[in-house]
């Protein structure tokens, strides 16, 4: 399996930009996480589907981030619009269904985001 | 709340035994985990423990849980420079959808 792939790895922009960041979670996982890393605040959790369900978004820091799960492979975190405290890694992970007794979250390289 | 507790740094010498400690909070917590994350990557389950355990060993590593101090600790013995990370610790809430509370890592430098 290839994992949890991310893309883009690096996205650099400017100020006002929208940002769209994908997921491709892994093949057969229900749940998707979306999370943020800086220095200054650690890992972040902003949002986690279920099912493609928005479980709980009380994490996303305000109305200018939303994110999407329209089908089991596939997920987008979007800012709009961006401003320089957004810089931050990214990280999308997923996890098997709870009756599979695996109660692990896969994490993806993450995408690295900086707004200049 | 919320919070899982972690020191921030640790430094050890390289063949030296690692202690990382973590305190959670949920007492009804049924999983934990150690997570390592290496430079530029994301985040690698390294070893997880069942609530109804107090410790696990797999290979150089041995975790210990205790309950009644919601205590966790990850020991690293013979530690290597390749052991160099940042090593989060994490409790998985009571529920039904594998959320994860992680703590704010512990950066592990390895010094020959």
């Known amino acids: 399996d290839a994992g949890v792939i991310q893309s883009p790895r690096h996205e650099v922009t400017e100020m006002g930009q929208e940002v769209t960041l994908r997921c491709k979670p892994i093949s057969g996982h229900n749940s998707l996480f979306w999370y943020r890393q800086t220095m200054m605040r650690g890992l972040e959790l902003l949002i986690y589907f279920n099912n493609n369900v928005p479980i709980d978004d009380s994490g996303m820091p305000e109305d200018r981030f939303s994110a999407k799960m329209p089908n089991a492979s596939f997920s987008t975190l979007k800012i709009q619009p961006s401003e320089p405290r957004d810089s931050a890694v990214y990280f999308c992970?997923?996890?098997?269904?709870?009756?599979?007794?695996?109660?692990?979250?896969?994490f993806g390289p993450g995408t690295r985001l900086t707004v200049t | 709340g919320e919070d899982v507790e972690q020191s921030l740094f640790l430094s050890v010498r390289e063949g030296d035994s690692s202690v990382i400690n973590c305190t959670y909070t949920d007492s009804s917590s049924t999983y934990l985990y150690w997570y390592k994350q290496e430079p530029g990557a994301g985040l690698q389950l390294l070893t997880y423990i069942f609530s109804n355990m107090d410790m696990k060993q797999d290979q150089r590593l041995t975790v210990l849980l205790n309950k009644k101090d919601k205590h966790l600790s990850l020991r690293i013995a013979d530690t290597q420079t390749g052991d160099s990370a940042i090593y989060f610790c994490a409790e998985r809430k009571s529920g039904g959808y594998n959320k994860l509370i992680f703590g704010a890592g512990t950066r592990l430098a390895v010094h020959p």
């Open positions: 992970a997923s996890s098997p269904p709870i009756s599979s007794a695996s109660y692990e979250q896969y």
